[in-house]
């Protein structure tokens, strides 16, 4: 039982915002008590940070599952930011990561030093493939480009309200980051995953 409240947790917080879903929400989208929920979860706080980590393991997961593809390293990127917007479209219009920063600020700050750890070790790798492809400068300072690209993603994230905005600003910031690194070879993959994108 612990799992499904989690779980539709998770969905209705993404889908209508960190502040506004109540415990009894919950309770009643699941046709169960909100004792029952307070059975496993002392407060609404204690819930969400369950809830976003269970997201941020899917997340990942959905991650590796697209790694694991062995496209090259902008199609892998792209694919990736397709993946965030599907999972984080909301009937809002409203940035769960923003949300979560200005709601619930410790929740959030736990959330993303762990966030970026784990960001960064997948921007190194796809830098790393992406160089071994020839679609990025091998004369690239990997270190300096990862903090570049988190620093951009993660400020967008945090100020950014509206998830549409959101959603641009990162295909901007995906674009800039990739014409920054590439060769002759990427700039002909980046351009056609640009073709493909439909705002």
């Not at 940035?95 to 959330?111: A, F, R």
């Amino acid at each position: 039982m612990k799992e499904k409240i989690i779980q539709k947790a998770s969905d209705l917080f993404l889908k209508l915002g960190f502040k506004s879903v109540t415990m009894d929400d919950i309770a009643g989208e699941m046709c169960i008590s909100k004792k029952t929920i307070y059975k496993y979860f002392c407060n609404k706080e204690v819930l969400i940070e369950e809830s976003t980590s269970l997201v941020h393991k899917q997340v990942h997961n959905i991650i590796d599952t697209i790694v694991a593809k062995n496209h090259n390293a902008i199609h892998e990127n792209f694919e990736i930011r397709e993946m965030f917007c599907e999972m984080f479209t909301n009937s809002l219009d409203s940035s769960p990561i923003y949300q979560l920063k200005k709601h619930y600020p410790e929740i959030y700050h736990k959330l993303m030093t762990t966030e970026i750890d784990q960001c960064s070790q997948w921007f190194r790798e796809n830098i790393e493939k992406g160089i071994r492809e020839k679609l990025y400068r091998a004369d690239l300072n990997i270190d300096v480009y990862v903090r570049f690209y988190y620093t951009l993603i993660f400020h967008i994230n945090e100020t950014t309200v509206s998830d549409k905005e959101s959603q641009k600003l990162e295909l901007e910031a995906l674009e800039y980051h990739t014409r920054a690194m590439s060769t002759p070879l990427g700039i002909v993959e980046l351009e056609k995953q640009l073709k493909k994108i439909t705002i």
